[in-house]
């Protein structure tokens, strides 16, 4: 489908070691939506930054592993210097959906909308091969964010989401803080983004795991990463952070 919008568009991808899935997640972008893809390489140890870049992105290169807040941080502000008005975040492990982009940006480009968070869990979304931990795991994180923010979100920590750049005008949000840099950023965003009264909702995307356990399905860390992704609005909520 041929849309016309003038708004120019960046796909920010992190990525730590996704050899043999980043050439296909940026394989897979359609161009029509999307200006320029940008792969943040956090200082992977394997073919991900030769992958990415023969698949046709940018990539930027973190001197070391610094957590995947800091790669998109990094994505944003180069977004932002280089003009784009929008950023589309995708992860680099080929479990987003690139052909449901459409989905995350009409309500930005056509609706008004500043920030647009993918939900697997809502009508029209879908899980392929999801294990029950992680159904339950995300499912009450939503809960939780619902409670202490009062916004009807169904799945809070999905990665698949899109917001204007204009939005990071507002001095109430700082990214620049190093206790971010893992994956904190990410809810950090989305709270701050309801608390401060942007056009905030959800679209229905398609979350998908590998089949083969040995490929891995994430990089998360039992209890410090469930911290890092649950802290942030603990402390916003009780204004601990700012």
Known sequence: MNESFSEKIAAVIPAYNEENKIGKTVSRIPSEWINEILVINDGSNDKTEKEAYEAGAIVLNQPQNLGVGAAIRRGIEYAIKEGYDIVVIMGG???DNPSELGRILRPI????????????YMLGGNIVN??????VTTYLYSWLFKILTGYPITDGTNGFRAFRTSVFKNEDININQEWL???????????KAIKLGFKVTEAPVTKSYPKEKKIGYTKMIPIVSWWSILRPIIYLRFSIKR
């Open 109 to 120: 480009l056509y609706d008004g909308f500043d920030f647009v968070q993918g939900s697997r």
């Open 130 to 135: 999801v294990p029950l931990f992680r159904r």
């Open 93 to 95: 492990d080929n479990q």
């Open 181 to 191: 840099n893992k994956y904190e950023l990410e809810p950090y965003l989305l709270y």
